[in-house]
Nanobody, 113 residues
C-alpha cells in the first residue's frame, strides 16, 4: 500500500515537499514516480526515480524546480517542489512499479497566484 502526503495550499513561488510512503513492501526495490491530474485533464507524468541505479527523470515543466529522492531508511520517496506556479495545481499521485504496479491515493496541491 502506498500513502501520499504533503499537499496543501501555497502561494506562487513557494515550496512543498510531497512524501510517498509504503507499507508491506520495500520502495527501494521498485521504481517510483509522481503523476498529477489537474481538474478536467488527464493524469500526467511528473518525475520518477528508477529501481536499479536511482536515475531520475522529469517532465520538462518540472526540470529545475522539482527534485525526486529516496529516503530508504523511512521507506519513502519525496518530491521537493520549489518555485511553484498556479499551473502546478493538481492532485498528485505516487506510483511504484517493477515489480508490480501500485498507486497511492492523491494529495491535493493548490498554488494561488
Amino acid at each position: 500500500q502506498l500513502q501520499a502526503s504533503g499537499g496543501g495550499l501555497v502561494q506562487a513561488g513557494g515550496s512543498l515537499r510531497l512524501s510517498c510512503s509504503a507499507s508491506g513492501f520495500t520502495l527501494a526495490d521498485l521504481s517510483v514516480g509522481w503523476f498529477r491530474q489537474a481538474p478536467g485533464k488527464e493524469r500526467d507524468f511528473v518525475a520518477a526515480i528508477t529501481r536499479k541505479f536511482g536515475s531520475t527523470v522529469y517532465t520538462d515543466s518540472a526540470k529545475g524546480r522539482f527534485t525526486i529522492s529516496r529516503d530508504n531508511a523511512k521507506n519513502t520517496v519525496h518530491l521537493q517542489m520549489n518555485s511553484l506556479k498556479p499551473e502546478d495545481t493538481a492532485v498528485y499521485y505516487c506510483r511504484a512499479w517493477s515489480p508490480g504496479n501500485y498507486w497511492g491515493q492523491g494529495t491535493l496541491v493548490t498554488v494561488s497566484s
